[in-house]
């Protein structure tokens, strides 16, 4: 059974702070990895997509993937109280398998 | 500019009474995806179609049946929906299998 964890929440930052989010896999073959963000009600929206280890940086956030350990992280920096949301960490392995999300809330 | 659009955005049925949700695409993606998300759960695949090729998910009830009648159209009907229906049916896409997968607004479904 291919799993995909991350923590639930909810994770509360203080406007401004580094929001770390953390999710690890079990299927080692996994190439895909991304993360989604959705807002209560609405569907998920594609923020962060990495392949190769290491760092990618977009704007605010930066994902971080560590094949080896299996491990993949999305940090956002200066966070917004318009950042609160669900963040869905997803790898892919033959389809799409996610996590169960994790809550973030920044507060003013 | 390019997009995935879900009609209707909220649905109620009677239990039992067939539902037709349907989704289309501007993209001109190959993949389409119908993914079931009940409150605080991951989304669910039931199904995916490559081009007209369709792959069912094994747990994927028989209530649940899918059309593609064309690249840009695909169709998720529920021929008797139960209370435990109930949920936000998304459709998504992507150019190629294991591509990046770009995700509609929702249905929101209600079975009374």
């Known amino acids: 059974q291919k799993e995909v964890e991350q923590n639930s929440g909810p994770l509360s930052v203080p406007e401004g702070a580094i929001a770390s989010l953390n999710c690890t896999y079990s299927d080692r073959v996994s190439q895909s990895f991304f993360w989604y963000r959705q807002y209560s009600g609405k569907s998920p929206e594609l923020i962060m997509s990495?392949?190769?280890?290491g760092d990618k940086e977009d704007g605010r956030f930066t994902a971080q993937l560590n094949k080896a350990s299996q491990y993949v992280s999305l940090l956002i920096r200066d966070s917004q109280p318009s950042d609160s949301a669900t963040y869905l960490c997803a790898v892919q392995g033959g389809k799409l398998i996610f996590g169960q999300g994790t809550e973030l809330s920044v507060k003013p | 500019d390019a997009m995935v659009i879900q009609n209707p955005r909220y649905q109620v049925t009677q239990f039992g009474k067939p539902v037709t949700l349907s989704c289309s695409q501007t993209l001109n993606h190959n993949v389409m995806y119908w993914y079931q998300q009940k409150s605080s759960q991951a989304p669910k695949l039931l199904f995916h179609?490559?081009?007209?090729?369709?792959?069912n998910e094994a747990d994927t009830p028989d209530n649940f049946q899918s059309r593609r009648p064309n690249t840009s159209f695909c169709f998720l009907d529920i021929r008797s929906p139960g209370l435990g229906d109930a949920a936000m049916y998304l459709c998504?896409?992507?150019?190629?299998?294991?591509?990046?997968?770009?995700f509609g607004p929702g249905t929101r479904l209600t079975v009374t």
């Open positions: 179609y490559y081009d007209k090729d369709f792959n």
């Open positions: 990495i392949y190769s280890n």
């Open positions: 998504a896409t992507s150019a190629e299998e294991d591509y990046e997968q770009y």
